[in-house]
T-cell receptor
Framework: DAGITQSPRHKVTETGTPVTLRCHQT?????MYWYRQDPGHGLRLIHY???????DKGEVSDGYSVSRSKTEDFLLTLESATSSQTSVYFC?????????????FGEGSWLTVV | SQKIEQNSEALNIQEGKTATLTCNYT??????LQWYRQDPGRGPVFLLL?????KEKRKERLKVTFDTTLKQSLFHITASQPADSATYLC????????????FGKGTKLSVIP
């Protein structure tokens, strides 16, 4: 158990509405990541963070923003949700020590944009 | 552009046999490679990591090889069991300090009793 909690786990929202997904970790590791997983594409990196207020874009960052005001929380925001953002979103962390370069995933957040 | 290919979307194998999954990549020079297991409705779970200067790694019934010349990794499950049925993901590790992983699309393994 990597101590990662994602919320909400399931959400249905309407096109054009803002949505925020939360990732909470209990171990205060520096590196946190948001991935999305879609059939035919696999897991793709959206944004990542390497510390409080330190974030950077991944492969598919358009339409997403992130914030990290506390070490334990990494928020992913869809400012105006579109149907193409219907996906499963996974948060992940990389332990600061002892884990090598392994990252550990949360259980996912299923988002449907109608 | 960078490309990662896992040999097939689905692989069926008889219980007790060795399952071999393939991960090929192009336009990439990974520092390490990882394999993950993912069950339906769950997040990926780390299995094995192999670095660019390593040829082979083993863990119980699992074995991973890494050939940087062929740009290929093979993932073997020996004496496969129905409980091994899952999707297996290959992931390449970046040399950058961000520890980013780039994933393949996965191979769904079904072990038939």
């Amino acid at each position: 158990d990597a101590g990662i909690t994602q919320s909400p786990r399931h959400k249905v929202t309407e096109t054009g509405t803002p949505v925020t997904l939360r990732c909470h970790q209990t171990e205060n590791h520096r590196y946190m990541y948001w991935y999305r997983q879609d059939p035919g594409h696999g897991l793709r990196l959206i944004h990542y963070s390497y510390g409080v207020k330190d974030t950077d874009k991944g492969e598919v960052s358009d339409g997403y923003s992130v914030s990290r005001s506390k070490t334990e929380d990494f928020l992913l925001t869809l400012e105006s949700a579109t149907s193409s953002q219907t996906s499963v979103y996974f948060c992940a962390i990389r332990p600061d020590s002892g884990g090598g370069n392994t990252i550990y995933f949360g259980e996912g957040s299923w988002l449907t944009v109608v | 552009s960078q490309k990662i290919e896992q040999n097939s979307e689905a692989l069926n194998i008889q219980e007790g046999k060795t399952a071999t999954l393939t991960c090929n990549y192009t336009n990439y020079s990974p520092a390490y490679l990882q394999w993950y297991r993912q069950d339906p409705g769950r997040g990926p779970v780390f299995l094995l990591l192999i670095r660019e200067n390593e040829k082979e790694k083993r863990k119980e019934r699992l074995k991973v090889t890494f050939d940087t010349t062929l740009k290929q990794s093979l993932f073997h499950i020996t004496a496969s069991q129905p409980a091994d049925s899952a999707t297996y993901l290959c992931a390449l590790g970046s040399r950058a300090g961000s520890y980013q992983l780039t994933f393949g699309k996965g191979t769904k393994l079904s072990v038939i009793p």
